[in-house]
């Protein structure tokens, strides 16, 4: 049974940075593109970051280029997605996503990620 458990969020000041993580189990991650998604009070989900398997292409979503990074240790099967200049309008629950349809590349797609995290809540005070 495949696991994804995120942790790393909480509370921080706008300005500030956090890190969020999203560790596997009973799946090896190397072999599969990762995601990071998010979603805010009565909005929808949105795409965030994605990272191919090997960590060498990544996307982001236009309003976090430049303040986030996504990352990711094979070694450790685990996933992470470090969050700078954070904004009060980054505050959401982050959902990290493993995808066995996306060969080679990322995808900023729901429909295509087929394990999914519980959530971390990341609360940016203004």
């Known amino acids: 049974q495949v696991q994804l458990v995120e942790s790393g969020g909480g509370l921080v000041q706008a300005g500030g940075s956090l890190r969020v993580s999203c560790a596997a189990s009973?799946?090896?991650?190397?072999?599969?593109?990762m995601g990071w998604f998010r979603q805010a009070p009565g909005k929808e989900r949105e795409f965030v970051a994605g990272v191919n398997w090997s960590g060498g292409r990544t996307d982001y979503a236009d309003s976090v280029k430049g303040r986030f990074t996504i990352s990711r240790d094979n070694a450790k099967n685990t996933v992470y997605l470090q969050m700078n200049s954070l904004k009060a309008e980054d505050t959401a629950v982050y959902y990290c996503?493993?995808?066995?349809?996306?060969?080679?590349?990322?995808?900023?797609?729901?429909?295509?990620?087929?394990?999914w995290g519980q959530g971390t809540q990341v609360t940016v005070s203004s």
């Open positions: 009973g799946r090896t991650l190397s072999m599969y593109a």
């Open positions: 996503a493993s995808s066995s349809r996306v060969y080679g590349g990322t995808s900023l797609y729901e429909y295509e990620y087929d394990y």
